[in-house]
């Protein structure tokens, strides 16, 4: 079965980089988008955008331009996601997930990046 | 970008209950529009997809409707385990936009 398990909860400090890990399995990793989805404590869901770990091809949201960077190593079917100059403001759940039929069909656990001091 | 009006934001209603909550586009997002459950301390889950499309494993009480720029998510009778909050999705162009969620508690 799909499954996407996403790697542990991130301390950092301001102005630090962290990088989450999103492990596919179940499936052909190269054939499917990987999408990223931020959540912040208590509110809404925010889009980030999405890798096509078949080519590499990305898209950010104009709001996470400079702030996130996917990438994906397909010997390991692990998509990354780069989030750098990290404020308090980043902090957060972020999620990766898929398609599946339809948008976002399955959804990793959530990765929670707490930015302090 | 599409922004996703949802209401209400808070729902308060009785097991039995129908309960409707609302999704409104900006513009018409041609029925791209998905809808979402998360409970507490859990990812979401997928309940319907392109506006009316109920999602593999969900109970049949779930239903949605609309066209344009008018979405609708239905529970035709509320069961104990539906309370989470629901968000909208349109996937109509990028970049996605979520609605802002509604909570759903029991009365």
């Known amino acids: 079965q799909v499954q996407l398990q996403q790697s542990g909860a991130e301390l950092a400090k301001p102005g630090t980089s962290v990088k989450l890990s999103c492990k596919a399995s179940g499936y052909t990793f190269t054939s499917y988008y990987i999408y990223w989805v931020k959540q912040r404590p208590g509110q809404g869901l925010e889009w980030i955008g999405y890798i096509y770990p078949g080519n590499g091809g990305t898209y950010y949201s104009e709001k996470f331009k400079g702030k996130a960077t996917f990438t994906a190593d397909t010997s390991s079917s692990t998509a990354y996601m780069l989030l750098g100059s990290l404020t308090p403001e980043d902090s957060a759940y972020y999620f990766c997930?898929?398609?599946?039929?339809?948008?976002?069909?399955?959804w990793g656990q959530g990765t929670l990046v707490t930015v302090s001091s | 970008d599409i922004q996703m009006t949802q209401s209400p934001s808070f729902l308060s209603a009785s097991v039995g209950d129908r309960v409707t909550i609302n999704c409104k586009a900006s513009?018409?997002?041609?029925?791209?529009l998905n809808w979402y459950q998360q409970k507490l301390g859990e990812a979401p889950k997928l309940l319907i997809y392109?506006?009316?499309n109920l999602q593999t494993g969900i109970p049949s009480r779930f239903s949605g409707s609309g066209s344009e720029t008018d979405y609708t998510l239905t529970i035709s009778s509320l069961q104990p385990e539906d309370v989470a909050t629901y968000f909208c999705l349109q996937h109509s162009s990028r970049p996605n936009t979520f609605g802002a969620g509604t909570k759903l508690e029991l009365k």
């Open positions: 392109n506006t009316n």
């Open positions: 513009q018409n997002i041609n029925k791209y």
């Open positions: 997930g898929r398609d599946g039929g339809a948008l976002l069909a399955y």
